[in-house]
């Protein structure tokens, strides 16, 4: 005895509405906010790089979703409404062979849609990957084992030297950068390959020994958007300390970072050399500036311990 067509409806309608509040129920769950929803797990960002970047993976997975969304409606129109009568004597349904304008969609179609993703994706590469002729500020980043240098080759002190910031193993060294300004990174290693990578700036860029010579592109330009302080890492396994080869962006107005430079280049009456940026930054607390934006040591990372008997069984 068959099923009435209304009790098959109204099964139908309650698993469209069980399938409905499962989705729900599983959107509301993760905690994700509108935002967090609409990038697809991509992180957040803090250039205009970053966010060009977001959008073609959004756009992306859009896309992909919509043929996600076709494929699987094909299949389950397919199932629920051609399958084996009962009491059919046909051994397979009706084929659809040699059917030139099927086989032409799901072949151009596929290629069609290949060819715009790879145009949207050269184009935002160019654009990520674009550089001023004159950028508002350059920074050289000079990565060796297992640190970093940072140089600002437009500001020399008193006795002609670039301003530069080395870190240390007691130290996390700061590179400190303006909000709102066209950027210029130069990128270069005394030793080994490493790599600099800010995980906000969602950019990473290998950083080669002798670059010029060996005709590699070592620089890169990006905008930071606001202020804060964001971890940056070697992502190139460089040797025993690579895990431990931090540093940190710490990014300022204009206004501020403009003074920032200007104490860099003054000499402390206490040490008689010129201010170092844990210094210079201090001095700038002192000016009113906020407590943990001029934090003069690092707070998004600490500097690994040195000492070869702490993890011993002797203590």
Known sequence: MGVPQRTRGTRRGRAGKIAALGGLVALTATGCSG???LRFGWPGGVTPEAEQMRNLWT???VAA???GVIVWGLIFWTMAFHRRKKGSTEALPRQFQYNVPLE???VVLPIVMVCVLFFFTVVTEQSVLAEEEDPDVVVDVTAFQWNWEFAYPDAETPDG???NTVGSSSEVPLLVLPTDRRIQYNLESTDVIHSFWVPEFHFKRDVMPHPDKNNQDNTFQNTIDREG?????CAELCGSYH???NFEVRALSPDKFDRYLELRTQVNPETGQ???AAQALSIMQGEGCDEQLCDPFATTTSPFSTDRTARTASG
């Not at 302080?229 to 890492?233: E, M, S």
């Open 35 to 37: 935002e967090e929803i």
């Open 59 to 61: 756009w992306s997975v």
């Open 65 to 67: 979703l919509v043929v």
């Open 104 to 106: 032409l969609f799901v």
């Open 161 to 163: 030297q670039p301003v």
């Open 229 to 233: 302080a964001f971890v940056g890492r």
């Open 243 to 245: 895990s431990m080869m």
């Open 274 to 276: 010129p201010n170092s």
